[in-house]
């Protein structure tokens, strides 16, 4: 019998118990259909999270802020003059202990840190386009505007390197503010109004340069840095120091093209903690997060396996019952010359026919589901995160899972078809 011969028999053989064969595509069926769906869910949740990321860092920034460290007496801790402020001095927008500008030089000096930059937090009270100046709305800016970049619908980036005020508007502000539409908004020019430290309400005028996504790690709209210092600095209290909540360390690399490697993050927070510093990367602030997302992945993930485990017995079940009554069929075709090993290849395939039919049809299935719930989501619960696709159905992430299926199908036929690869033909022949 040729291969092709085995492979047709093997698939109409599967068969024969229409209903038997039926029952177990179906439960290898609800395993496909739930880890195509948790497959998706985590690759939509990390390409999601990696398209942030990117906006906010190349890889080559440490985030810097105080260590967390404390003092371990009982009572209120002695107050020094010369050490760092807490919030509600010198800078009453930001929380908790701020960076001094001693800080700012210990940092500057570690070696293999080439540019250091405070982020200034301020607070703007509204905002209003400069043709209807009495429509006002409030307004909050994203510290971290002066290190990231917009996902932008229209216009372009913040120049952090011009003198002039500039503003990226978050999506929601453009029918508010009077304007058609993203493109109409940029190049026009707003009101920002905010108090100062002497309690006097202030009116400064910024030119929209872009209209920015909504995000999942920046909230609010972006100011560039001649903006932003111009508010810090008529925020902060006269006579006391400037403090910051954060600051940005620009990393030089020793890989390949001046590439910022692991060893260098690792080499500069070390430094960063005997100077009672703490620095980390975007990512080490996803880490949370992203830990999370994949425990309720892989707990999903771990009902599907459950689910193909039982499945699996389901495949053995069928073809040990095929076996049994075929066993004179079996018996007639090693009489005629099939060896041993197509008997085996034979039962083996038709449980990969039948892993087969069970994985593509829950995959199928799943795709079609899938993107209709991820549409609707996406329109919903999920219109606050546009470019979220919250299950992406990648080519490779479905064939592997059919892959796999059909894997374990075959595993679960092996015992059946050895069985019947090693029926005696004359014996097999006699049974009744």
Do not use: H
Not at 260 to 285: N, W
């Amino acid at each position: 019998m040729r291969i092709s011969d085995v492979f047709r028999s093997a698939t109409r053989n599967a068969f024969r118990s229409k209903l038997r064969t039926t029952l177990t595509v179906l439960s290898l069926f609800v395993g496909a259909f739930t880890l195509t769906l948790t497959t998706a869910l985590g690759a939509g949740v990390n390409d999601y999270v990696e398209r942030q990321v990117a906006t906010l860092s190349t890889g080559d920034i440490l985030l810097v802020s105080p260590a967390a460290s404390a003092d371990t007496t009982d009572g209120p801790n002695e107050y020094d003059p010369e050490g760092r402020q807490q919030s509600g001095v010198g800078n009453p927008l930001a929380s908790g202990t701020l960076l001094n500008q001693e800080d700012l030089d210990a940092i500057e000096a570690i070696d293999g840190v080439r540019q250091v930059e405070a982020v200034s937090q301020v607070s703007v009270d509204w905002v209003a386009a400069s043709t209807d100046p009495d429509s006002r709305f409030e307004l909050t800016i994203n510290p971290t505007s002066s290190i990231g970049r917009s996902d932008l619908a229209a216009g372009a980036q913040l120049d952090q390197e011009t003198g002039e005020r500039q503003v990226v508007l978050p999506e929601d502000y453009v029918d508010a503010l009077g304007y058609a539409d993203a493109e109409d908004a940029v190049g026009e020019t707003i009101v920002l109004g905010y108090v100062d430290a002497a309690q006097t309400e202030v009116e400064v005028e910024a030119t929209v340069v872009g209209v920015a996504r909504a995000s999942l790690f920046a909230a609010g709209a972006g100011a560039n840095a001649a903006l932003t210092t111009e508010v810090a600095d008529a925020q902060t209290v006269p006579g006391q120091p400037r403090a910051w909540p954060l600051a940005v360390a620009y990393l030089d690399g020793s890989g390949a093209d001046g590439a910022v490697t692991e060893a260098d993050i690792a080499d500069v927070k070390s430094e960063l903690v005997a100077a009672d510093l703490a620095g980390q990367t975007v990512e080490d602030q996803l880490g949370i997060v992203q830990t999370v997302i994949n425990g309720i992945i892989g707990v999903l993930t771990a009902f599907a396996i459950v689910a193909l485990i039982a499945a699996s017995f389901g495949i053995v079940n069928t073809l040990l019952m095929s076996v049994q009554e075929r066993t004179r069929e079996i018996g007639l075709m090693k009489a005629m010359g099939m060896s041993n090993g197509r008997v085996f290849g034979l039962f083996s395939l038709e449980a990969v026919v039948i892993g087969f039919l069970g994985s593509a049809l829950g995959a199928l299935v799943a795709i079609a589901v899938g993107s209709a719930l991820a549409g609707g989501l996406s329109q919903t619960v999920l219109a606050d995160l546009p470019g979220l696709q919250i299950l992406l159905f990648e080519p490779s992430g479905v064939i592997g899972v059919i892959v796999v299926i059909m894997v374990i199908a075959f595993l679960s036929g092996v015992l059946p078809a050895r069985r019947a690869a090693r029926q005696d033909p004359i014996e097999s022949l006699r049974y009744e």
